[in-house]
């Protein structure tokens, strides 16, 4: 009975995307872990220097996803993000930060990082995030836009939704369907439905998790109570 329960534990683990997470503070390593390793779907591995990192890529393939962070030991600029982007190859790399400039993250997207994660992102938002560069996206935080004076949709689109378009909302970051946030609200599905594409619309989301992700960061959710 013990070898069979040990084939489903494996079999479930290989189902599970691998997240590594490669910050040389002890802290930030353990919270995103926890975050990460609460959704079902994930499984992560910590590293605290450039060079653990790279011999986990060559030792065990390649992650679903690298967080790796700049001034970790052995980081000495953007090449070595250029180079963990080779090693991981064809998976993603996303720089994770506290502090990163602007010029930085440019560069380091230029190098074939696929976004940006501060580290004072929210859990929710930290989770949405990083289901939206494993869909293939690449995430920045509105900040970046906003300092680059290009349009951003989250502030201004955001303070335009109504409170029907902010319970939705909600019921979207909580994970639920079309049907469960119908039910939850008491409205039909072709009401939510309608909703859901008021908001992509007004949050100019690419798809639900970019709306979530959209949602969480600029603290909407939170103002809808």
């Known amino acids: ?55 986990a890529i060559e030792r065990d393939g390649p992650f679903d996803a690298v967080l790796l ?30 502090n990163a400039s602007r010029e930085v993250v440019f560069a380091a997207l230029s190098a074939g990082a696929k976004g940006f994660l501060p580290k004072s992102l929210s859990p929710r938002a930290l989770i949405n995030a990083v289901n939206f ?6 995430f920045l935080p509105s900040s970046i836009h906003e300092d680059d004076g290009t349009v951003q949709a989250t502030g201004k689109a955001a303070s335009g939704l109504t409170g029907q378009e902010r319970r939705v909302l909600a ?13 939850h609200l008491e409205l039909s599905e072709v009401t939510v439905k309608m909703h859901m594409r008021n908001l992509m619309q007004k949050l100019g989301a690419k798809n639900r998790t970019h709306a979530a992700l959209i949602a969480l960061e600029s603290r909407v959710v939170e103002a809808a109570g």
């Open 69 to 98: 962070d700049f001034a970790m030991p052995g980081v000495r600029g953007v090449p070595d993000v250029a180079r963990t982007v080779e090693l991981n190859h064809p998976e993603p790399v996303v720089l994770l930060s506290g």
């Open 171 to 183: 019921g979207l970051c909580e994970g639920m369907s079309n049907k469960e946030i119908a039910r």
């Open 133 to 138: 560069v494993l869909a293939g996206e690449v």
């Open 1 to 55: 009975m013990g070898d069979i329960f040990s084939d489903i534990d494996a079999a479930d683990t290989a189902q599970r995307r691998r997240i590594l997470i490669a910050d040389d503070e002890t802290l930030v390593r353990d919270i995103l872990a926890l975050y990460l390793n609460r959704q079902s779907g994930f499984v992560t591995s910590t590293c605290s220097t450039l060079e653990e990192v790279h011999t």
